[in-house]
């Protein structure tokens, strides 16, 4: 019996170390895939800070132009409302000088109606004459007035010419926003592709293994077969 027992525990030994020769040999395989997805992870990290400063570098400079342009839009704002209004004035100086003036004669004029009424009424023939004779009236009766014959008013300013140019700056402008610019090209664009023999078991692969979700309903086999030995959702 001691015999066949001590026959059992050689037997047992040796199968211990066999397994122990397998474990190591799988933890090796193990340890080996950790920092195959550890350096995965760090190139994954990598790439996401790049992605993030390219990012905003990207923000901060569309931002810093846009403000330029915003400015330089303020700018010429400016710069045509004070044209406008150069205009304006311009018009304006003639018009409201010419308006003074026949304000005045009209004021004057009033006077030498007021006067005349007031000699037509005088029953005293000689006084009537000499008042005529001496010009003791207003000395605006007998002075020339503006012909206002020859006076043209202007019904209508026209700012056509400066709104025209701006309706066209503005149809321009929004078609070089449709047509040419483009915000973030394309090509400036990378997919990462997962492996799916790799990949974790509780994972759902999906549009050409670019898009992984969890799939919890998934079994879990041995990670010995299958190769995907992390109890974690990876990779």
């Given at each position: 019996m001691?015999k066949?027992?001590?026959?059992?525990?050689?037997?047992?030994?040796a199968?211990?170390v066999e397994?122990?020769?397998?474990?190591k040999?799988?933890?090796?395989?193990?340890?080996?895939?950790?920092q195959?997805?550890?350096?995965k992870?760090?190139?994954l990290?990598?790439?996401?800070n790049?992605?993030?400063?390219?990012?905003q570098t990207?923000?901060?400079?569309?931002?810093?132009?846009?403000?330029?342009?915003?400015?330089?839009?303020?700018?010429?704002?400016?710069?045509?409302?004070?044209l406008?209004?150069?205009?304006?004035?311009?018009e304006?100086?003639?018009?409201?000088?010419?308006?003074?003036?026949l304000?005045?004669?009209?004021?004057?004029?009033?006077r030498?109606?007021?006067e005349?009424?007031?000699?037509?009424?005088?029953?005293?023939?000689i006084h009537?004459?000499?008042?005529?004779?001496?010009?003791?009236?207003?000395?605006?009766?007998?002075?020339p007035?503006?012909?206002?014959?020859?006076?043209?008013?202007?019904?209508?300013?026209?700012?056509d010419?400066?709104m025209?140019s701006?309706?066209?700056?503005?149809?321009r402008?929004?078609?070089?926003w449709?047509?040419?610019f483009?915000?973030?090209?394309?090509?400036?664009?990378?997919?990462?592709?997962?492996?799916?023999?790799?990949?974790h078991?509780?994972?759902?692969?999906?549009?050409?293994?670019?898009?992984a979700?969890?799939?919890?309903?998934?079994?879990?086999?041995?990670?010995r077969?299958?190769?995907?030995?992390?109890?974690?959702?990876?990779t």
């Amino acid at each position: 019996m001691d015999k066949h027992k001590g026959h059992d525990t050689v037997t047992a030994t040796a199968e211990r170390v066999e397994k122990e020769s397998e474990l190591k040999e799988d933890q090796m395989k193990f340890q080996q895939r950790i920092q195959e997805k550890q350096k995965k992870v760090q190139e994954l990290k990598q790439t996401v800070n790049t992605i993030k400063l390219s990012a905003q570098t990207a923000v901060d400079d569309s931002e810093r132009i846009f403000t330029e342009m915003i400015s330089s839009m303020e700018k010429k704002r400016s710069e045509v409302t004070e044209l406008i209004r150069a205009q304006e004035k311009a018009e304006l100086s003639p018009a409201e000088r010419l308006l003074d003036q026949l304000e005045q004669e009209i004021a004057d004029l009033q006077r030498r109606v007021t006067e005349l009424e007031q000699l037509s009424h005088t029953h005293d023939h000689i006084h009537f004459l000499q008042a005529l004779a001496s010009g003791h009236l207003s000395p605006t009766i007998k002075r020339p007035y503006f012909d206002t014959s020859s006076i043209t008013v202007p019904q209508h300013l026209s700012f056509d010419g400066v709104m025209n140019s701006l309706s066209d700056l503005k149809k321009r402008l929004e078609e070089f926003w449709e047509e040419e610019f483009i915000i973030i090209p394309p090509h400036d664009f990378c997919y990462l592709t997962l492996d799916p023999h790799t990949a974790h078991p509780h994972l759902r692969l999906s549009e050409k293994n670019r898009v992984a979700t969890e799939n919890r309903k998934c079994a879990c086999f041995d990670g010995r077969h299958h190769g995907n030995n992390s109890s974690l959702p990876e990779t």
